[in-house]
């Protein structure tokens, strides 16, 4: 039946599942351009979600959203840089954003962060439904039309109706699971176990907001301060290491953190203030990242590692690009194969510039110059920067080689133009 809840329309020009970073800031960007735009979440926010440090390419689309200084108000902490015990000496060394050009991003807890950027939309005018959980698509003659959605409470699916659908699903990867193989990433099948802890130590002096990355022989730590008290603290490690049960994850924490060298000094006198939370196998690509219809933003089209902190700045960056295209795209339905196309190559290819870099970054028998070299050759082949400033630009989702944010539709849009004029 055709929805009335809520005051939720018969059709939209775009329908957003998932109101997590990418779907929020798809539709608050569309809603702000004019578009009509519905979001349905099944969660009611503000909801928990790991994830909690950011890098500076995610600061460009919370600019466009007017979110920025919001985020300083709401007293997120502002990230400068990070310090990593990585390598094969076990010294510290330590990075600072500027060194890219960008002076800072946040840490935040996503509850906070999801929900801000979620209200922002509202607020732009993006109708938002929380509770309601997308069922399926609703295929016509093979296209994407719009969804089969209900809301929590209720024994009813509504139909919604729009020119197109975006997947923002996150992992559920509502619609691209529907219509598209996944290709998961070998050297990434990695496991985490996390909890939160108050009372810790702080990095010292010009590192105190810094992210601590430290490397041990079989995984690694993060720790992530959210605030003046407390800490998040995670173990990454490969899941043929781990076991099959996560029951035995909290154990394997503990007795790794032992290992320790700087984050064992942090936790002196820490108290553990939450349960631990895991997730496993977590590294894919989808071979499509669109069809007729509908298209996909975020974890819903790909995912690298919690290594560098990149998912919610690929997710929101790739948003911000995927509104604009899609704003041509609802004007001009004729050019939609070939923008998502170019939208799906860009990500793909900038998605890979990453993963690569993560790969071999897991080697950790090598010393800081390697890795700050490797970056270069990457994403700075001709050498026009420092490696240690080729390595900040990318492990702050910046780098150049493959510009995700400059996709050129005029010449699609000038010829659609041509064509209807005749
Ligand atoms: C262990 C670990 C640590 C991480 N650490 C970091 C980090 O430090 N920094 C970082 O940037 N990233 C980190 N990430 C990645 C980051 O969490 C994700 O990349 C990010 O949340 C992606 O945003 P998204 O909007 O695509 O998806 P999500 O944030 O997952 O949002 C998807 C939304 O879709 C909704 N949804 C799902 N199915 C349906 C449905 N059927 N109907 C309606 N709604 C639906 C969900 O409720 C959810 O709100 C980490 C990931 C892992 C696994």
Not at 210 to 215: D, K, Y
Not at 229 to 252: C, F, H, M, Q, W
Not at 257 to 273: F, P, W
Request: with cysteine; hydrophobic share 40%; net charge negative.
């Amino acid at each position: 039946m055709p929805s009335n809840l809520y005051g939720v329309a018969d059709d939209y020009d775009v329908i957003v599942i998932g109101g997590g970073p990418a779907g929020a800031t798809t539709a608050g960007l569309l809603a702000q351009a004019g578009r009509s735009v519905l979001v349905l979440d099944r969660e009611r926010f503000p909801r928990y979600h790991v994830g909690e440090s950011l890098i500076p390419a995610f600061m460009r689309p919370m600019e466009e959203l007017g979110l920025t200084e919001r985020m300083d108000a709401r007293g997120f902490e502002r990230k400068y840089g990070g310090t990593l015990v990585w390598g094969n000496e076990q010294i510290p060394w330590v990075f600072s954003f500027i060194e890219g050009g960008h002076s800072h991003a946040f840490h935040t807890r996503r509850a906070d962060l999801d929900t801000l950027i979620l209200d922002r939309a509202r607020e732009l005018g993006a109708h938002i439904v929380e509770d309601a959980t997308v069922k399926e698509p609703i295929e016509e003659d093979g296209r994407v039309v719009g969804v089969r959605f209900q809301v929590r409470g209720t024994d009813t699916q509504n139909t919604v109706r729009a020119k197109l659908v975006v997947d923002a699903s996150g992992q559920a990867r509502l619609i691209s699971r529907r219509y598209s193989e996944v290709t998961w990433h070998p050297e990434l099948r990695n496991v985490a176990v996390w909890s939160y802890f108050d009372n810790c130590e702080r990095l010292p002096d010009e590192e105190y907001t810094n992210i601590l990355i430290e490397g041990l022989n079989e995984g690694w730590f993060w720790a992530i301060p959210l605030d003046k008290k407390n800490i998040s603290i995670g173990y990454v490690t490969r899941a043929e290491l781990a076991g099959d049960s996560d029951t035995k994850l909290p154990e394997l924490f503990f007795a790794e953190m032992e290992k320790s060298t700087k984050l064992k000094r942090m936790m002196k006198d820490a108290r553990q203030c939450a349960g631990f939370r895991t997730a496993r196998d977590w590294s894919y690509t989808s071979h499509q990242f669109f069809g007729d219809g509908w298209v996909c933003v975020g974890d819903a089209a790909a995912f690298v590692d919690p290594l560098f902190s990149t998912g919610v700045a690929l997710a929101t960056l790739a948003a911000s690009i995927l509104a604009k295209i899609i704003d041509r795209v609802v004007d001009a339905p004729q050019i939609q194969a070939e923008a998502f196309g170019r939208y799906a190559q860009a990500y793909h290819d900038f998605f890979d510039e990453i993963r690569v870099f993560v790969e071999r970054f897991y080697d950790r028998t090598k010393y800081k110059e390697f890795y700050h070299s490797l970056a270069q050759e990457l994403v700075d082949p001709d050498h026009e920067n420092t490696p240690s400033q080729a390595f900040v630009t990318l492990i702050s989702g910046l780098s150049g080689k493959h510009p995700m944010f400059h996709i050129n539709l005029d010449d699609l849009t000038e010829a659609a133009s041509a064509v209807s004029a005749g």
